[in-house]
């Protein structure tokens, strides 16, 4: 029994084993089984194309890679592989292709070099970077700079024009055929080229130029010998070309405008020769009228390498935007800089109340007769149209209420909580950027007067000091933060007027307390009185001593304005 109860045991423990152990074995199985298979499943192939610098295809076709491969890692493997020989770089970008195939980077004009695709499209990140996925397309070829600029503009209203290409790069395909180039911006196609040189091709055109602005010229990558890193395109410049009636000191020319562009170039040759004959020069359309007085080039921004001056006058949005501006000789814009003198723009608006606009509203001198808005200008700006009325509570019975909102709705004034706070003695910092507003002022120099640096109307003041309104006093000061008095306004007025160009009137003063008028100011209050613009009190005053309100600059400021036409 003993040993039949061993043999029970032993036999019952083999069996336990067995079915202990059977399962344990089929798992590690299955666990190999899928490791394989995973195995198989981190391996994927990615098709591969390397072509020189000649164009030429090197070697092409598809190479295995693991999961998380770079496509570093699989032109690597590809082209030594396929024996091609070829050396990376590192640098602080991560490693690029220095050399592949014996065509060595910068071989050409030093903005060439080893590129990639991944899918016909380029990457944002380095070769080395770029984790490549199952069956995509990895190309790397020898990219090319190259670029082409156009030798022509072309004016509106041109049938069939031909334009001149300058190809800038090292090697051009021989034969160009006009499926090469696409022109869009407008309705108008290439209808046939012209291989002038190595470096220039000529493009008939088919069809009216009829929009201004631009014609985008595009080139198919087939026209150069490699690929370029990006598309090629230039960007045909389409103007008007004025033609000028010169009479009683004003060149005017008439343009073609599209709806919501009037664009024009007046030539350095043509514009030297009209600033010898005339004051004025006036451009119109159907869009706008410019006018720009020739006094706004100086001697030194004559003296600067430009080809033509640019007039532009665009439409988007509600929004109207001016620009003058020179034409460098590399097509680059060149500001003009700020004068005494005004150009002005018009355009139509049925709100008849606009606003200089940068992010913010601002206030703008301008003009409305009717529908028509003249805005006057000593610098390159956008406007738009604002709402009329800004609420003023404290304005109902003053009979001067009318001028009061008048100079609100233009941003001129400002009030605070929405009152407007009359009575007010006036600083003459609040002055300075009241009439640095009215005018349209801007500073071009460093601040001169000692005590406005960091102050809110350091620019107004400034501004007015560039103009010659304001003198500051002995010491450098301005002292901004001081009244006015009337005597005063009417000196600072009286500049205003000569600053605006208004030809100097006198009128015998009259006031019962002449006396007290500083004899330095009595022409100035003489010629601001002549105008209409400051009288005295009903009591036969002016009241030279007395410190100005608010409310009598408001009526000041509307009567200058309407003075210089501003209104």
């Known amino acids: 029994m003993q040993k039949q ?113 991944i899918n016909d499209a380029e990457p944002q990140v380095g070769i080395g970077s770029y984790e490549v996925q199952a069956d995509d397309q990895l190309h790397v070829y020898y990219s090319r700079w190259a670029a082409v600029t156009a030798a022509d503009i072309v004016d509106m209203g041109a049938v069939n024009p031909s334009i001149t290409l300058d190809l800038v790069g090292d090697e051009f395909a021989e034969v160009l055929a006009q499926d090469q180039f696409t022109i869009t911006g407008q309705d108008i196609t290439v209808k046939a080229v012209e291989r002038v040189s190595n470096q220039q091709v000529k493009l008939q055109l088919a069809g009216e130029v009829t929009k201004l602005g631009a014609l985008t010229v595009a ?19 389409v103007v008007n070309t004025p033609k000028f009636a010169i009479k009683d000191g004003v060149a005017t020319a008439t343009v073609n405008s599209s709806e919501a562009v009037l664009h024009t170039n007046i030539e350095k040759k043509i514009l030297e020769d009209l600033i010898d004959k005339v004051d004025t020069i006036v451009i119109k359309s159907d869009l706008s009228t410019v006018t720009i007085p020739t006094a706004l080039f100086t001697e030194d921004s004559l003296k600067q390498d430009f080809s033509a001056v640019m007039v532009n006058v665009t439409h988007q949005d509600e929004k109207v935007t001016y620009a003058i501006n020179l034409v460098g000789a590399d097509g680059n814009a060149i500001a003009l800089p700020i004068t005494s003198a005004y150009s002005s723009f018009t355009f139509m608006s049925k709100d008849g109340a606009v606003a200089y606009t940068d992010d913010k509203l601002n206030a703008t001198p301008y003009h409305v007769k009717g529908n028509t808005v003249t805005v006057f200008t000593k610098e390159n700006k956008t406007v738009m149209p604002i709402a009329k009325s800004v609420e003023l509570k404290d304005i109902a019975k003053l009979p001067n209420r009318e001028r009061i909102q008048f100079l609100a709705n233009r941003h001129i004034i400002k009030g605070s909580q929405g009152n407007f706070m009359p009575a007010n003695k006036v600083t003459r910092g609040q002055y300075a950027a009241m009439v640095a507003r009215s005018l349209g002022l801007v500073p071009t120099k460093e601040t001169t007067l000692k005590d406005i640096e960091g102050l809110a109307f350091e620019d107004a003041i400034q501004a ?104």
């Open 219 to 237: 080139m198919d990558n087939d026209v150069f010998i490699g690929t370029p890193r990006d598309p090629v395109t230039t960007t045909i410049n």
């Open 464 to 567: 007015l000091y560039e103009a010659g309104i304001t003198t500051g006093d002995t010491n450098g000061n301005y002292r901004p933060g001081g009244t006015i008095s009337r005597e005063h306004a009417a000196v600072f007025t009286a500049r205003i007027l000569r600053y605006a160009g208004v030809e100097e009137t006198t009128e015998k003063l009259g006031f019962t307390d002449v006396k007290a008028i500083n004899a330095d100011y009595v022409d100035d209050i003489a010629f601001v009185k002549s105008q209409g613009i400051m009288n005295g009190y009903l009591n036969g005053n002016f009241g030279p001593k007395d410190q100005l309100t608010r409310s009598q600059l408001a009526e000041i400021l509307y009567k200058t304005l309407e003075t210089i036409d501003f209104k």
């Open 5 to 117: 109860s061993k043999w029970l045991k032993a036999s019952m423990a083999v069996m336990l084993g067995v079915t202990i152990l059977a399962p344990t074995s089929a798992m590690a199985t299955e666990k190999v089984t899928e490791k394989v298979e995973q195995a198989k499943e981190a391996v994927f192939s990615v098709n591969m194309k390397v072509t020189n610098a000649s164009g030429t295809t090197v070697a092409e076709g598809p190479i295995d890679v693991a999961e998380g491969a770079t496509a570093l890692d699989a032109f690597k493997q590809f082209v030594e592989k396929n024996d091609v020989t070829y050396s990376v770089v590192e640098s602080d970008y991560g490693p690029f292709l220095d050399m592949v195939a014996d065509d060595q980077t910068g071989k050409f004009n030093g903005w060439d070099g080893w590129s990639y695709s």
